[in-house]
C-alpha cells in the first residue's frame, strides 16, 4: 500500500458523529500502553499524527483517520486502564458496542496485544467479544522488536492459545520500531477493504 495521504478526521463521541462517505472502516482495539498510537503511525509513515501515549482511558471517543481518501482507520479508546470509573468502562462499552453491532462500513477489526506477555484477562475477554460479532478480524502483536527472533514463535504460540485463535484468524508479529508485519498487515487490510 503506498500512503499519498493521511489525516486525522473526527473524534467522534456518537454514531452522529461518524463519516457518511460509506468509506471503509479498520477498527483497532487493544489495551492502553500495547503501541496502538505507534502502529498507527508506523502504518501511515508519519512520525505523530496519532499521539503516543496520550492520556489512558480518559477520552470515550472513536478516532478517525482517513488514508489516501478511500478507507479509515477507527482507534478505539484503550481498554484494561486501572484508573478509569465504573460509568467511563460503561460508557465504553456502550459506544464500542454501538459501532461493532451496527456500523455498515466496518471491514476489519485488528486486536492488538502484547508479544512479549500471554493476553491479559481484558485481552481474553476483548477476543471472545469481537469474536462473537463475527467481524473479520485479526490479532497484531506488538513491540516484536523487545524479544528475540528465536523466541518470536514460542510467544506467538502463547498468544494464540491464550486466546483461543482458531487457525483461520491470522496472527501478525509487528514492530513499530523495525516495521517488521507492515507490509503484511497492509496485505491483509487491502483484502479485507478490497481496494
Ligand atoms: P497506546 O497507548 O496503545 O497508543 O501505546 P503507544 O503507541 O503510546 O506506545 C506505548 C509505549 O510503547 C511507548 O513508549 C512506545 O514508544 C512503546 N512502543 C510502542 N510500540 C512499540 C514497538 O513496536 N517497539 C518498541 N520497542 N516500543 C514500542
Same mark, same amino acid.
Not at 22 to 31: Q, T
Not at 80 to 105: F, I, N, T
Not at 109 to 131: C, F
Given at each position: /500500500? ?27 482495539? &487493544? ?11 508506523? /502504518? ?6 496519532? #499521539?503516543?501515549?496520550? @492520556?489512558?482511558?480518559?477520552? @470515550? ?19 484494561? *486502564? ?5 460509568? @467511563? ?37 476483548? *477476543?471472545?467479544?469481537?469474536?462473537? *460479532?463475527?467481524?473479520? /478480524? ?10 528475540? #527472533? ?16 482458531? &487457525? ?12 517488521? &508485519? #507492515? ?7 487491502? @483484502?479485507?477493504?478490497?481496494?
Amino acid at each position: /500500500m503506498k500512503i499519498k495521504s493521511s489525516e486525522f478526521v473526527i473524534s467522534a463521541a456518537g454514531e452522529s458523529q461518524f463519516p457518511v462517505d460509506g468509506l471503509p472502516e479498520v477498527a483497532l482495539a &487493544g489495551r492502553s500502553n500495547v503501541g496502538k498510537s505507534s502502529l498507527i503511525n508506523k /502504518m501511515l509513515l508519519r512520525r505523530n499524527l496519532a #499521539r503516543t501515549s496520550a @492520556q489512558p482511558g480518559k477520552t @470515550q471517543t472513536l478516532n478517525y483517520y482517513l488514508i489516501n481518501g478511500e478507507l479509515y482507520f477507527v482507534d478505539f479508546p484503550g481498554y484494561g *486502564y486501572a484508573k478509569v470509573s465504573k460509568s @467511563q468502562r460503561e460508557a465504553w462499552g456502550k459506544l464500542a458496542e454501538r459501532y461493532l453491532r451496527d456500523r455498515k462500513p466496518l471491514k476489519l477489526v485488528l486486536q492488538l496485544v502484547d508479544l512479549r506477555h500471554p493476553p491479559s484477562a481484558d485481552d481474553r475477554n476483548m *477476543y471472545a467479544w469481537l469474536s462473537h *460479532y463475527g467481524i473479520p /478480524m485479526c490479532v497484531v502483536a506488538t513491540k516484536a522488536d523487545k524479544i528475540s #527472533r528465536n523466541q518470536i514463535p514460542k510467544h506467538a504460540k502463547i498468544v494464540r492459545q491464550t486466546l483461543g485463535m482458531p &487457525g483461520h484468524v491470522p496472527l501478525i508479529v509487528f514492530s513499530s520500531e523495525t516495521g517488521q &508485519g #507492515r507490509e503484511e498487515l497492509w496485505s491483509l487490510i487491502e @483484502q479485507a477493504v478490497e481496494i
